[in-house]
């Protein structure tokens, strides 16, 4: 789950958000990573796809070289090897960043594909300002029900029996209509079937949803709900084994 694992911008329970204050790196300012870091974040991504993907490093490497040789050679015949190299240097860094950046993407899909708590896994590593709580409702056959609070309102996403998790988000909708008002709901359905989203689509379907409230209100919902309290089942960020129990309320 390490492919799909991005560090968290917000501060811990009880922590200082630091804003307006004097930080190492200066007043007012962030904590500078450590040099090389980002480097070994590739490395360390590198490693992992490679060990599931062979192909990686040959994809990568025939992205780079393509558009680089092409242009090289289009430069000679036009009597501009230089400039055109240059600029075929460019595209084939942009074009192999973004090949390995499927790959990396795809491998990590695979890792956590059929494994219970896949869907949380995704939607708390989502690009965004989402609110995640995994496991607002389930069930004694595992079926999971979570609560994403963004910029389109409420989403329950449901990952399981649709038989049995059609009934959690009816009643989980019940309990969210007391305190959000107005504001709109939506239910998504993980799985490979009609009118179901697949787990390698979850994000994509998400950053397609309408943005129907303002950053205050997504902030004044997330304070409401944190307010009640964790009432669901404790499951840890990412997928849980298949072996795993669920305890019984």
Known sequence: MALLKRSSSAPPKGASSGKGKAGPAGKGGKAK????????????AFAVTRAQDPKVLP???????GPFLLLLAIGFVVDAPFLL???????????????????VQATAYSQVEGQLGAAAAVLSNMRGDWRVT??????????????????????????????????LVVNEKK??????????????????????????????????????????VVNDLDRKFTAMGATALPIPKGPMPRGGRVPRR
């Open 33 to 44: 990573r450590p040099r090389g870091a980002r480097l070994k974040t590739i490395k360390q």
């Open 175 to 216: 309990k969210v209509a007391r305190i959000i008002g107005s504001t709109p709901v939506y239910d998504v359905y993980v799985g490979d079937g009609e009118g179901e989203v697949p787990l390698r689509q979850l994000e994509k379907h998400f950053l397609k949803l309408p943005q129907n409230i303002k950053p205050k």
């Open 59 to 65: 994809l990568v490497l025939a992205a780079f070289f």
């Open 85 to 103: 190299g240059f600029l075929g240097l460019l595209l084939g860094l942009v074009v192999a960043a973004f090949v390995f950046g499927r790959r």
């Open 134 to 167: 995994p496991a607002v409702a389930f069930s004694r056959e595992q079926d999971l029900v979570h609560r994403v609070i963004g910029k389109p309102g409420v989403v329950l996403v449901a990952e399981g029996n649709r038989n049995r998790t059609r009934g």
